[in-house]
């Protein structure tokens, strides 16, 4: 049961109350504008924005790429690190844009 429909269930089993009847309207008011506020952060807009520099530049390695490869290789990443562009690639991964193969110790990216 969601908040919400707990909150719903309280004021109608406490319908003759109107305090309690009061505050279940506010609390469902304050859920609804929590949930409708969904917009992207800066750092979300800019990450997405170097996740398509990412997904271009893969796109020029057919064999798969290590990230360090990447960076070094891609003028529009020459400012992010290791860690930044890895997470990156973690995310396109589960949101199925790139492949990850292990070879030895290092991790090959290419596009899906």
């Known amino acids: 049961m969601t908040k919400r429909e707990m909150f719903e269930t309280i004021a109608t089993v406490n319908a003759d109350n109107a305090e309690i009847v009061e505050f ?10 929590k949930s409708g506020s969904k917009s992207l952060t ?16 893969l796109a020029n390695f057919a064999d798969g790429v290590t990230v360090t ?10 400012g992010f690190t290791n860690q930044k562009v890895s ?10 844009i790139v492949n990850k193969a292990i070879e030895g110790k290092k991790a090959i990216f290419t596009l899906a």
Not at 24 to 33: A, F, G, V
């Open 24 to 33: 279940c309207k506010h609390e469902i008011e304050l859920l609804s504008r």
């Open 42 to 57: 800066k750092t979300q807009k800019a990450n997405i924005e170097v996740m398509e520099a990412i997904k271009e530049a």
């Open 69 to 78: 490869d990447l960076i070094a290789s891609t003028p529009a990443l020459a």
């Open 87 to 96: 997470a990156l690639l973690r995310k396109m991964k589960d949101e199925g």
